[in-house]
């Protein structure tokens, strides 16, 4: 992938640019969020809905070999005001369902497993063994979102 | 290890019945001869690296070589003793002469002596112990590479298929057996001992192992879940890390909302942005914005894409902005001695 050579520019080049799986996710989220950002800043609208809105829409464009991107997709495009993927209740709810329970060792992984399913966008639609390995590249994207997102923040203070 | 099977074997051949003990004792002895012969020559195994090299696999591993030959052992027996009572199925002899063409010279004399059904029948159900004798902790590599090797080449496949047949008595496994040597990528669960061996719990088993294993995978992921035992402490961790970089993400993306209008993004920062991504990993400090998410694994992931960066990273580095200086800079400078062009 070459770029144009302008006056006192390094230029790098990549024999695969497209072997770091890792890599091609955050060059495709960034390019992705970024001019989607610039367009919002143009608009002045940046309200904090839409800023997750255009965060969750990278996230999802950039991941579409994955199950879930898709499901995040049609929840994205299907409604205007995206749904908070967590809340800080969530957490409590588990630790309060867990001592109630009690020793029932069974039921409790099963309530665990369908909290894992809510946590992923489309998770309530796949049974368990494919929502496991969703959660695991899930994770991974989720973390390399959190680094691009940092490194924009970072950039700008 | 293979004095040890012999002689478990013995102790419980002790407990068949007299009418047969002695030919099963001299049988015994006969394999004796056998694995020690085998066994020397799976020390020097210039054989068995061929047949190893011959199902194709490129593993070097120590484990699976020492599993193969385990294997070998296992169907060396297996399949000769099925050719003794059961009707070879075409499918089956092909295999059994590609991987028995290097164990005939010690073989041959173990099919000369068992003319008997009885003694075919009574070296299959011992055939069927020995495997399942296997130290437990072998059992569970065993099963870890089988499951490993649904995806490797069909010979291989072959070979743990009829594993499963040793293991089982059932003609109707052969039959399913043979049946699936057709297909290149099945599931074969080996069944323990005193566990049953229908369809359903193997399936059932075979399931559960899928599961396992994606959660030691999980594992793996999620910094911190070392520490925990059991599903269930697992699937907390994992949920509370989810719902940590869920929470990062929206607050990052509230920071970036606030700041959105004060951004000087250019299409072209993107690179540099990308550029940053990486190395801020590196970089960056050990706080997080969540005092208690744990640094991510990505710590060696962001060095790997340092590594990584050498031949496989592209970026056009414009003129530095002036906050990127401060922060890579000087990690950029020293990488870039191997970028200039």
Known sequence: MERQIINKKKRVFSLEPNKNPSAVFTRKYTSHLVPALKKLNMNKNSSKQTVKHEVDMALALSAQEFAWSRFLLQKLSSSTNPTTTTSSSDGIRILERSDKEGGNKEGEIEEKLRELQKLLPGGEEMNVEEMLSEIGNYIKCLELQTIALKSIVQDST | ?341
């Open chain 2, 1 to 341: 290890m293979l004095e040890g099977l012999v002689s478990q074997e013995s102790l419980s051949l002790n407990s068949m019945d007299m009418s047969v003990l002695e030919r099963l004792k001299w049988v015994q002895q006969q394999q004796q001869q056998l694995q020690q012969v085998v066994s020397q020559s799976s020390n020097n195994s210039p054989e068995l690296l061929q047949i190893l090299q011959f199902h194709g696999s490129n593993n070097d591993e120590l484990l699976q070589s020492s599993f193969s030959q385990f294997q070998m052992l296992g169907s060396g027996f297996g399949p000769n003793y099925n050719m003794g009572f059961g009707p070879p199925h075409e499918a089956m002899d092909e295999c059994i002469s590609r991987t028995s063409s290097c164990h005939m010279e010690p073989v041959d004399t173990i099919e000369v002596l068992l003319k008997t059904g009885e003694e075919n029948r009574a070296i299959a159900l011992k055939n069927k112990r020995k495997p399942e004798v296997k130290t437990r902790g072998e059992e569970k590599t065993e099963k870890k590479i089988k499951i490993e090797a649904e995806t490797e080449s069909s010979m291989k496949g072959r070979l743990n298929m009829r594993n499963t047949e040793a293991s089982s008595d059932t003609s109707k496994e052969t039959s399913k057996g043979a049946s699936e040597i057709q297909k290149l990528d099945y599931i074969h669960v080996r069944a323990r001992r005193g566990q049953a061996t229908d369809r359903h719990s193997l399936a059932e088993r075979a399931r559960r192992e899928k599961i396992s294993k994606k959660m030691k995978y999980l594992q793996d992921i999620v910094p911190g879940c070392n520490k925990v035992t059991g599903k269930a402490g697992m699937l907390d961790e994992i949920i509370n890390y989810v719902q940590c970089l869920q929470r990062q993400v929206e607050f990052l993306s509230m920071k970036l909302a606030v700041l959105n209008p004060e951004l000087e993004l250019a299409v072209e920062d993107v690179s540099v942005k990308q550029f940053q991504a990486y190395f801020t990993n590196v970089v960056a400090s050990k706080q997080t914005i969540m005092v208690d998410v744990p640094l991510f694994p990505l710590d060696q992931q962001g060095s790997l894409d340092l590594s990584a960066i050498n031949p496989n990273q592209t970026t056009s580095i414009e003129a530095p902005s002036a906050s990127w200086e401060t922060q890579s800079q000087s990690l950029y400078n020293t990488s870039s001695l191997g970028f200039q062009y």
